[in-house]
């Protein structure tokens, strides 16, 4: 079971740290990953991280999002900074066993956080 937390309403430039709390002892196995999905559009990848910590930012956010891993406490970030309006969107985090990009290979998925960025 994946717990999104950290969203919210934020102005255009500010940053904000998304948690994700797995629970179980798998957490170390798998790769997490950290999506979003705005209204109308289709879920995407951000970033994911191997369970050896390597990790993967999509073109999109590279250079402003972060994904990092604390594996003694089951959770995953996602550090987000100059937020823009284009942001704004459900954040979700999923695991896969496949070190992937593509998006159904995740099958484990948290509830999703709701983050608004205003202009």
């Known amino acids: 079971q994946l717990q999104a937390s950290g969203g919210g309403l934020v102005q255009a430039g500010d940053s904000l740290r998304l948690s994700c709390a797995a629970s179980?002892?798998?957490?170390?196995?798998?790769?997490m990953g950290w999506f979003r999905q705005a209204p109308g559009k289709e879920r995407e990848l951000l970033a994911r991280?191997?369970?050896?910590?390597?990790?993967d930012v999509v073109e999109s956010v590279k250079g402003r999002a972060t994904i990092s891993r604390d594996s003694a406490k089951n959770t995953v970030y996602l550090q987000m900074n100059n937020l823009k309006p284009e942001d704004t969107a459900v954040y979700y985090c999923?695991?896969?066993?496949?070190?992937?990009?593509?998006?159904?290979?995740?099958?484990?998925w948290g509830q999703g956080t709701l983050v608004t960025v205003s202009s």
């Open positions: 999923a695991r896969s066993y496949y070190n992937t990009r593509e998006v159904q290979k995740y099958t484990v």
């Open positions: 991280i191997s369970s050896r910590a390597d990790t």
């Open positions: 179980g002892r798998t957490f170390g196995f798998h790769v």
